[in-house]
């Protein structure tokens, strides 16, 4: 993947909180996807 010195410099100034943030949300997402869709395969 090749990015643009704009983007790497964006990217390091990211802070660390933000990135957790949506990480943990789409975590959640996904695994409220998955309790969903188990009791489905069990009939």
């Known amino acids: 993947m ?3 010195p704009a983007h790497d410099q ?3 100034q990211m802070n660390f909180a933000s990135v957790y943030l ?3 949300k789409k975590f ?3 695994d409220k996807q998955k309790k969903n869709y188990i ?3 069990n009939g």
């Open 39 to 41: 009791p489905q395969l």
């Open 2 to 4: 090749t990015t643009s």
């Open 22 to 24: 949506h990480y943990v």
């Open 10 to 12: 964006r990217i390091t």
């Open 28 to 30: 959640r997402k996904k």
